[in-house]
């Protein structure tokens, strides 16, 4: 089996930085994937850790380390249209396996 | 070819009827997943094939399920005798080789609404 824990929300404020935890249960492990979906949207790809560290995308960052189960998506100087939910999803045996996800609330 | 398309984007039916979603994935892509996703919830793994080949069938999904991709390029997905607890929105998503970048390309969604 596998688990996903993250956030249910997180509050922040427009041109702040924040960070969205997710912490991990599972076998066959091959990778951390994050993905942000809008309020009647699909979800869409931002960002894979396969290996241990920090991957940086533009104003998005994610971070794995293998040996916590844990990983973080950090997204900087946040605009108004970062508000969506975000759900961390495990490569499991090539199988994708997704969070409940965070939900992100954006303060002007 | 632009993106993953599903059909219908929508369907309303009453208790007890079968229904029936497919999906036209990416046309170099030969893995399929079918995902369901209820308000506030992510995605839900239902199951996925490699080319023609279904790997895994979610453990939660009932026998009423049922998913096919015949010749390896779309998919459908049938539920047979839906009831209420099926209302909810079914995504399809396709991905090139082994999924090792995790990197899955979503569609619009099917939103079915059971009565």
């Known amino acids: 089996g596998q688990s996903l824990e993250q956030p249910s929300e997180v509050t922040a404020v427009e041109g702040a930085i924040v960070q969205i935890n997710c912490t991990y249960q599972?076998?066959?492990?091959?990778?951390l994937s994050w993905y942000q979906q809008h309020d009647g949207g699909a979800p869409t790809f931002l960002s894979y850790n396969g290996l241990d560290g920090l991957e940086e995308t533009g104003r998005f960052s994610s971070f794995l380390s293998r040996s916590d189960s844990y990983g973080y998506l950090l997204l900087q100087e946040l605009q108004m249209k970062d508000s969506a939910s975000y759900f961390c999803a495990v490569n499991q045996d090539d199988k994708i396996i997704f969070g409940k996800g965070t939900r992100l609330h954006i303060l002007p | 070819d632009t993106g993953v398309s599903q059909d219908p984007r929508h369907k309303i039916t009453k208790r007890g009827q079968n229904v029936t979603f497919r999906c036209d994935p990416i046309?170099?892509?030969?893995?399929l997943y079918w995902y369901r996703q209820t308000l506030g919830q992510g995605p839900e793994f239902l199951t996925y094939?490699?080319?023609?080949?279904?790997?895994?069938k979610s453990r939660l999904l009932s026998d009423r399920f049922s998913a096919e991709r015949p010749k390896g390029s779309f998919s459908t997905l049938e539920i047979q005798r839906t009831e209420q607890g099926d209302s909810a929105m079914y995504l399809c998503?396709?991905?090139f080789g082994g999924g090792y970048t995790g990197e899955l390309f979503f569609g619009e969604g099917s939103r079915l609404t059971v009565l």
């Open positions: 998503a396709s991905s």
């Open positions: 599972t076998s066959g492990f091959y990778g």
């Open positions: 046309s170099e892509h030969n893995r």
């Open positions: 094939f490699q080319n023609e080949a279904q790997l895994e």
